[in-house]
């Protein structure tokens, strides 16, 4: 498996990393076999593991931190934080007192003494990222982090984070780890473009969208989404129909050409410049074996040229396919009027 080096960390990773979302109650509930997909895993090349401490309430990072066992010096550990732990206001989001906490947490579950990547899983509106910057850097300081890095993070959030370490003396975000398909190329317009000005390596994930580009006959069944994204999913939604009109013609194009669909689909994302590793989240076996004999596969111009008549550059085909907060900016009315 090729490497690339992350960024400004130094590290080099796998140009396929390992998502570990899938792993405990919102995926596979099996630890055993879990485990076993880790290091097969590894053994494949993968050297980049991702997690957070939301996936199924940190059992995720209590398997990953399983799987590590007798070779975590093997792997770049990444987890995240910042999403709500449970029903308390307080444990979410970007202060020093939870970050303080999360990192606490999550070391622990995860069996290790120090995190290689920590992540801010989605910007905090509520708390300056001067706050958050100053948490994270203290932990750097302290050894217990290595490097850190955001999570969809939008254009001006990146360029607003890189310029407060600068001026505050603080240690800045050196990855961020966006959303990046076929289907969804949204983020080729600004967000790819900010990583590549401050040097930042970048960690994509949602290469099969959920499912859609799987190669699945219908994407639409048997996917495990419900609640909030069960409506990436729902064909009376005119984004949803668009979808699967384009996913239609993208397996036929995957067929002209002699790949499966995933395999067209995660080397799509890798041959964009600003990405450093391509994150998979498998559930199976399976589908971890599927996705590991694509890894090589590199998409010659006239294939790529075919995909972006499909779907043009800068295009996310289904917007209703990012379900986050929104800003309270649009949500609290007395932000907006006099």
């Known amino acids: 498996m090729k490497r690339r080096i992350l960024g400004g960390t130094g590290f080099s990773v796998s140009e396929y990393a390992l998502g ?130 955001g999570s969809f993070f939008a254009p001006d959030q990146i360029v607003e984070a890189q310029w407060t370490a600068e001026r505050r003396g603080h240690h800045r975000f050196r990855t961020e780890q966006p959303p990046y398909s076929i289907l969804t190329r949204g983020v080729e317009q600004r967000v790819l473009p900010a990583a590549q000005r401050y040097g930042m390596g970048v960690l994509t994930f949602g290469p099969l969208n959920s499912g859609w580009l799987s190669g699945r006959a219908d994407p639409t069944s048997g996917h495990r989404n419900a609640g909030l994204g069960a409506k990436m999913f729902d064909l009376s939604l005119p984004g949803v129909r668009a979808k699967a009109e384009a996913v239609e013609q993208l397996t036929a194009l995957a067929k002209e050409a002699g790949l499966p669909l995933a395999h067209m689909a995660t080397a799509f994302v890798r041959a964009h410049p600003a990405v450093t590793a391509v994150l998979i989240g498998p559930r199976r076996p399976e589908h971890l074996a599927d996705l590991l004999a694509g890894a090589d596969l590199e998409l010659d111009d006239d294939l790529m040229d075919r995909i972006d008549a499909i779907v043009p550059p800068g295009t996310d085909v289904n917007p209703g396919d990012f379900y986050i907060e929104p800003a309270p900016a649009l949500t609290d009315k007395r932000l907006r009027r006099r």
């Open 20 to 149: 570990a979302m899938m792993f405990g109650a919102m995926g596979n509930t099996d630890h055993d076999e879990s485990v076993r997909m880790i290091r097969t895993a590894l053994d494949a090349g993968i050297n980049l593991v991702d997690t957070a401490d939301v996936y199924s309430g940190g059992e995720s990072e209590v398997i990953v931190g399983k799987a590590l066992q007798g070779r975590r010096d093997d792997v770049v550990l990444a987890t995240k934080f910042g999403l709500p732990m449970g029903e308390d206001p307080n444990r979410r989001g970007g202060s020093a007192r939870w970050i303080h906490q999360a990192v606490e947490d999550s070391l622990r579950r995860l069996g290790t003494d120090h995190i290689d990547l920590y992540q801010m899983h989605r910007p905090d509106p509520r708390t300056d990222v001067d706050e958050t910057l100053g948490a994270l850097s203290d932990l750097v300081r302290a050894g217990k982090v290595r490097a850190i890095g």
